[in-house]
């Protein structure tokens, strides 16, 4: 999604706008473009396409100045033009970046034309500079000006404006669109994310809903929704900064993806003793363990996959009733709300416009408690949760989410024993075997990524592909639909997932030689069904791309593909079986000449609806 960068400091900041914008591409975006103040004036440079190309621009004709706002666009109203890159200007002197949806910005336009305004872009966003422009003719405080524009906007958003006048400084504001101030010597910065300003700072302020802020050289000025001012709490990131970082690796999503054991490790770490979970990782209200006797889990995306996994987990250990549903959807309807049911959040970024909008739904509901499993511990979601299981698995950079998912897993995992056992389901060896399992897990990830090589081969005979068919069984299938998922979203190639007795009931008609089944065979009561339905396919002339331990029994032959997975517990067979698909989607996309990390009209974060 878009993404905001800006600064006010004692040096030219032309460099730590570009940079902030570099660090920013991982979000998604078309176009990009920067506005530089100083004293001949504020003038922008805009491009479509990567940052480079802005950059480009700033190596042929240079922008210096010490105040400057900067933008990643990801287009909502208006195509990927020029014109519609921001910032967006009122006069030569006031421009402005957005991020998030305007809605009412139909209405504004209208009423800003009938006062004699000009439009440049299609965009919601332009709307909100000429507002301020306005507000500016009747109340000369810049700060006042940007808040009684405000005032008229529906929707969701985060600006930054820059006005050339003599009183040197940046507006921000953030209202359902993720905001940070970074704070410097004699030097403040804001972004949309901390990753913008790691090169600058490692001290930051997050804006809350409906804070406007001032940000000078010597200080930052925060007023609340109820316009008081505000000391928000300073924070220091704690991420390793090379995050940002390929290392050896040619793709953010390859490094991610082999980061998995440790990752994962990271996000055991603290929450087992010898045989037991630790319920002191829910904090210090893990009372509601015991009272809980329905879960409602809301998500998006790959983050919905882990969610639906969790489903069977815990009806299976805690024998409990627990629904799985897309936030989108959550958040529209009616909710049915049992008593004692707990509201469980799944997102990696905790910036998701859905999910935030379902835990606010559920809050006004009747709900035992709301948790967020979460990997950013900054974000909106984990601030606004009652309580926060944080997954620990460092930034993900690339757009297709990896090591994100498998430590959802680990910690939904580890959601599931803690209630399954403080409601007294589960026995204590019982408990010990699982917990013993979840400790080998970070070994056995590493062996199935030991099979890189073996599938970058097998991902050759994808190369010419339009589309394919995961199956699954059981806990597989949510499995199967995350598979396909990272295959359409990175390779572009069409796919879908089915629960492998849904076979005969429609899909087996679109299967032929053309069409590529992949399917994770794990080694449990329904192999044999499972084997069964390979068999139809089989006869039908499909080419069947198998992926299971050596105990299943099957091998490569005519028209089947076998890779070996690791022979592992059963439980942790869904978080296992899950490396070899991600391995598989980036090798397709490797072939395919896609932009892994970046692939086409997608965001990292979804930050509006
Ligand atoms: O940050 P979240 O986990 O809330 O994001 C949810 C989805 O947008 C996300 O999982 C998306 O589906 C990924 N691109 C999947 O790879």
Request: hydrophobic share 40%.
């Amino acid at each position: 999604m878009c993404g905001i960068v800006g600064a006010i400091a004692q040096r030219n900041v032309a460099k730590i706008l570009l940079e902030g914008l570099s660090r920013l591409e991982y979000r998604g975006y078309d176009s990009s473009g920067v506005a530089i103040n100083n004293e001949t004036g504020v003038r922008a440079h805009r491009a479509v396409g990567k940052v480079q190309a802005l950059k480009d621009k700033f190596e042929a004709e240079p922008l210096d100045g010490k105040i400057g706002i900067a933008h990643t666009r990801w287009a909502t109203h208006g195509k990927p033009t020029e014109a519609n890159a921001h910032p967006h200007f009122s006069g030569p002197d006031l421009a402005l970046v957005h991020n998030g949806i305007i809605e009412n910005h139909d209405v504004l336009r209208r009423e800003l034309k009938a006062k004699g305004y000009e439009f440049k872009s299609e965009t919601d966003t332009e709307v909100i500079v000429h507002l301020v422009h306005e507000a500016l003719k009747s109340e000369p405080n810049f700060v006042q000006a940007v808040k009684n524009a405000l005032e008229s906007l529906h929707g969701a958003f985060a600006i930054a404006v820059t006005l050339n006048d003599e009183n040197e400084r940046l507006v921000v504001a953030r209202q359902g669109s993720p905001l940070v101030v970074g704070v410097g010597i004699e030097e403040n910065f804001v972004a949309s994310d901390q990753l913008a300003l790691l090169h600058v700072t490692d001290q930051f302020i997050f804006l809350e809903e409906g804070d406007v802020a001032e940000l000078t050289r010597d200080g930052v000025t925060v007023w609340d929704k109820d316009d008081i001012i505000q000391e928000r709490p300073i924070s220091v990131f704690n991420h390793n900064v090379d995050a940002t970082d390929k290392g050896e690796f040619r793709h953010y999503m390859l490094k991610e993806i082999y980061e998995q054991p440790t990752v994962v490790a990271a996000c055991l770490e603290g929450r087992l003793s010898h045989e037991r979970v630790l319920t002191s990782c829910f904090g210090a209200n893990s009372e509601f363990l015991k009272q809980v006797e329905n879960v409602h889990i809301v998500a998006c995306g790959t983050s919905y996959h882990a969610g639906m996994v969790a489903k069977y987990w815990i009806e299976d250990m805690a024998n409990i009733p627990c629904t799985v549903e897309v936030a989108s959807e959550y958040r529209y309807r009616k909710v049915a709300v049992p008593k004692n049911t707990l509201f469980l959040t799944l997102s990696q970024s905790g910036e998701t416009a859905d999910t935030l909008a379902a835990l606010r739904m559920a809050k006004e509901l009747n709900y035992l408690t709301t948790l967020a499993i979460c990997n950013v511990p900054s974000s909106t979601l984990v601030r606004e949760s009652g309580l926060t299981l944080l997954t620990k698995a460092g930034a993900e950079i690339g757009v297709a989410s990896t090591k994100a998912f498998t430590t959802q897993l680990t910690a939904l995992l580890i959601t599931s024993i803690a209630i399954a056992a403080e409601k007294g389901e589960l026995s204590d060896a019982k408990q010990a075997e699982l917990v013993q399992a979840l400790r080998s897990l970070p070994a056995y990830l590493d062996a199935a990524i030991k099979q890189d090589s073996t599938i970058q081969v097998v991902a050759e005979q994808f190369a010419n592909k339009h589309h394919a068919l995961f199956l699954g069984r059981g806990p597989m299938f949510p499995i199967a639909l995350e598979g396909a998922l990272k295959l359409k979203e990175i390779s572009y190639i069409h796919a879908e997932a089915y629960p492998a007795g849904e076979l005969k009931h429609g899909p087996l008609a679109l299967v032929d030689e053309d069409m590529p089944i992949i399917t994770m065979v794990p080694h449990n009561v329904m192999l044999d069904k499972l084997k069964s339905n390979l068999q139809e396919v089989a006869a039908r002339g499909g080419e069947l791309f198998v992926f299971a331990d050596k105990d299943t029994d099957l091998h490569s032959e005519e028209g089947v593909t076998f890779t070996e997975v690791p022979k592992v517990d059963a439980i942790l067979e869904p978080i296992v079986h899950t490396i070899p698909l991600q391995l598989l989607s980036y090798h397709v996309a490797v072939v395919k000449g896609t932009d892994v990390d970046q692939p086409r009209n997608l965001a990292k974060s979804v930050t509006v609806e």
